[in-house]
């Protein structure tokens, strides 16, 4: 048996990396091509609609990928989750299933199903450790989203144990970084924040008015830091290896937090980002309307202990990422 045969990820490998034009997507898309992993088949949903089971089932059958990274998802921050939350429960559901169970039945040999830290209790312990998992209720303004999640990674649990299908999961806490979306009420805080306070520099706004009483506390993940991290789990982590981590029971874990380590309050967040618009105006904060989970710190240590950490501080990527916003606005100024 060669090196090249036993190696968890290969470069001779085929990779799927589905939702390849989203976020995280394409952060993990640009991870590979970094680290030498160039045949991936990448697509979008004019080409392959993964809500659409059988179109999906063709799809791998002529394909056939050795290596999948399932990345797609419908997201949106606590507007969009509470606007529509049987669209993100529906949708989340169908691309999981269709996209794992045909990976699963057309022989990929190992499959990343990528989570979120939405997953955990309102109130878990904090840094919250993966055996939190269905330990407390969800926080309600994205508990549909969350209970999705839940679902794809126990069905990459259920595919291990009873078929021994090679599928893991990573939950990254909050992302921000290229290819975010700056909708204005359906995205993330950070994006939607950096969104408000440039608008508000243009127009020399002398008050800027922030969603929730500002306390919440959360951990932010530059976008490529991910990429790195999924890459890492791919070429690294064998659950099924003796000195793979395991949960508090001895049992081999299916899935691994990803996280920054670096915590900051909401309030702290909107700072950074006048700062990085050069907003220099007043911010109110409206406590009327929803804060979220209090607090959601992530315990990255087992990810740790095999060997990454992330790499880019927060005040680092919010000043690239604003500078990227302001050249993409640029850019479709031009050519309107």
Known sequence: MTADSRALLRPSDTVFVAGSRGM?????SRALSRRGYDRQLLVGRDQ???????AVERWFAQQRPDVVVLAAARVGGIHANRSYPADFL???????????EAAWRYGVRRLLFLGSSCIYPKY???PIREEALLSGPLEPTNAW?????????????ALRLQYG???ISLMPTNLYGPGDNYHATHSHVLPALIRRFHEAAVAADP??????????????LHADDLGEACVFALEHWDPTAPDAPKDDDGQPLGLLNVGSGEETSIAELAGLVAQATGYRGEIQWDPSQPDGTPRKLLDCSRLAQLGWCARIPLRTGIEATVQLFRQQLQAQQVRL
């Open 207 to 220: 008050v800027v008015r922030c969603w929730g009483s500002g306390r919440p506390l959360r951990e932010f």
């Open 124 to 126: 878990a312990e904090q």
């Open 165 to 167: 299908f090679d599928a």
């Open 145 to 157: 989203y969350a209970i999705a999640k839940i679902a794809g990674i126990k069905l990459c649990d």
């Open 48 to 54: 392959l609609d993964l809500l659409d089971g059988g």
């Open 90 to 100: 529906l949708e989340n559901l169908k691309i999981e299933q269709n996209v794992i």
């Open 24 to 28: 995280a997507g394409q952060a993990i």
